[in-house]
């Protein structure tokens, strides 16, 4: 029996690709970079992905991710430009938006109330608590596990005994990994972290591309909506 469900938040509950295609769009034009295409959009998921996949290893930090990130996207544009002084701007703007995945209101709505429910989410604490408070989220949720104030990132089997630990600190009865589900749409950090400390799965699949490349999650939707036919 699920008795907690874990979110993430970018791609999950918030539509990152959405804020990301609309500020570099708008950032584009602001600095004098070029036309914006849907190919740079695909170079920069061809970049960013990797970065954070490395992250994900512990192969860099978040501040390196940060430092090197729009230099590499911007050298294969072939465009001259300052990378750090786009990722201020990019992150500033990302500070101040939220733009809720399709069905991720009704998703909570229905939630509320059946299930103790947190945010799970790699990136900067003030940043996610911000997007989720203008999203109208933020009240939604007992807890929210945003890996920068834990010093320990998804995958990583102890960000999700840090959760299952805190979630369980004034339970008299407290839930055990396999009564609660980790909903994401990352294969690698939500689906592959969550199913090695014994929590039950449901893999986002945003793209609907159908693969989950052997992690067998417990759950594959295509739109939010759908888990309200399984929880």
Not at 94 to 108: D, R, S, V, Y
Not at 174 to 187: A, F, R
Request: hydrophobic letters at 40%; one cysteine or more.
């Amino acid at each position: 029996m699920i008795r907690a469900v874990l979110l993430d938040i970018d791609n999950t509950l918030l539509d990152f690709d959405a804020y990301v295609q609309t500020a570099m769009k708008e950032g584009f034009e602001q600095f004098g970079l070029g036309e914006y295409t849907e190919k740079t959009y695909e170079i920069f998921l061809s970049i960013n992905g990797p970065l954070w996949h490395a992250l994900e290893k512990k192969e860099i930090t978040y501040q390196e991710l940060l430092q090197v990130r729009w230099n590499k996207v911007f050298a294969a544009l072939d465009i001259t430009f300052d990378g750090l002084a786009f990722e201020k701007y990019f992150k500033g703007r990302l500070f101040h938006t939220a733009i809720p995945e399709q069905g991720a209101e009704k998703l909570l709505y229905y939630l509320q109330g059946r299930y103790i429910l947190a945010t799970a989410s790699n990136g900067p604490y003030d940043q996610q608590i911000n997007r989720l408070k203008i999203s109208g989220m933020y009240d939604k949720m007992t807890h929210h596990f945003i890996s920068e104030a834990m010093g320990v990132a998804k995958p990583a089997w102890e960000y999700f005994d840090y959760c299952l630990t805190e979630i369980n600190r004034n339970l008299t009865d407290p839930i055990k990994p396999d009564e609660v589900l980790m909903i994401g749409d990352s294969l690698s950090s939500d689906i592959a972290g969550a199913k090695a400390y014994g929590m039950k799965t449901c893999f986002y699949d945003k793209q609907k591309k159908g693969d989950t490349k052997g992690l067998c999650p417990d759950y594959r939707v295509e739109q939010l909506e759908e888990l309200l036919q399984i929880l």
